[in-house]
């Protein structure tokens, strides 16, 4: 991995067109800006992670999954 | 063309039926071109099929009927990018997780959206919404 030190104010440029920039350090707590074109797409790390499981979780069904969608729907609509 | 399914078997489909995804499904980035089929009229939900991946097949549903407090906006990166001219062109499906019949959620945090127009797809993220991943298709919170 390659590690720069930076501090607050100063920035880091990525492929000409996405840059970094130290907005805030307290403690172990860091902001930092991205400015990247619109088809680059951010996200944090932990919510990334939990999508692409969520997603292969989901990809799992099961055989039986249309019935027990059935069973279900049909309690809630009885609500 | 052929889309082979080992849910539905063979679905024979024009390839102007087949959405092309502007970026990946999370956790599936080498697919890019899905079907939707549905299985039976009345269903309300629908499958969401990898072409080229036969086993590759979610659940996915309409989240505006079964949540009908279900509300985002879509952003103009994503309007620029899907091709949106109006908003009938666009289509909201949400996949679900059925893992047994008291655990199933829906993922409203990430709602797929279509562009039935140009056959552009993407699974988005809605980051500052308080909408969960794991929304439980029974009402009580998980």
Redesign the interface.
């Known amino acids: 991995m390659l590690v720069l030190s930076r501090n607050k104010g100063e920035k880091i440029v990525i492929n000409n067109d996405i840059v970094l920039t130290v907005l805030e350090v307290s403690g172990d707590h860091v902001r930092i800006g991205i400015d990247a074109p619109?088809?680059v797409?951010v996200?944090?790390e932990e919510?990334?992670k939990?999508?692409?499981?969520?997603?292969?979780?989901?990809?799992a069904?099961?055989e039986n999954?249309?019935q027990?969608?059935n069973?279900?729907?049909e309690?809630?609509n009885k609500? | 063309m052929i889309v082979t399914s080992t849910?539905f078997g063979d679905i024979e489909i024009s390839q102007q039926q087949v959405y092309q995804f502007i970026?990946p499904?999370?956790?599936?980035p080498e697919l890019r071109e899905f079907v939707l089929v549905s299985?039976e009229s009345g269903d309300?939900?629908e499958y969401l099929q990898a072409a080229g991946e036969p086993d590759?097949?979610?659940?996915v549903i309409d989240p505006f009927g079964?949540f009908p407090d279900y509300s985002f906006d879509l952003k103009d990166?994503w309007k620029?990018?899907l091709a949106v001219d109006s908003a009938e062109d666009v289509e909201v499906k949400v996949?679900?997780?059925?893992?047994?019949?008291s655990d199933?959620t829906a993922?409203l945090?990430?709602p797929l959206v279509f562009n039935t127009r140009t056959k552009h797809a993407v699974?988005i993220?809605l980051?500052n919404s308080s909408y969960s991943?794991?929304h439980s298709?029974?009402?009580e919170g998980k």
Do not use: P
């Open positions: 619109s088809q797409t996200y944090r919510i990334y939990a999508l692409q499981e969520q997603n292969r979780s989901a990809a069904i099961q999954a249309q027990l969608l069973k279900v729907l309690k809630r609500k | 849910r970026e499904l999370f956790g599936f299985q309300i939900f590759l097949t979610f659940i079964l990166t620029e990018r996949i679900l997780t059925v893992r047994s019949q199933i993922n945090k990430a699974q993220v980051e991943i794991q298709l029974l009402g």
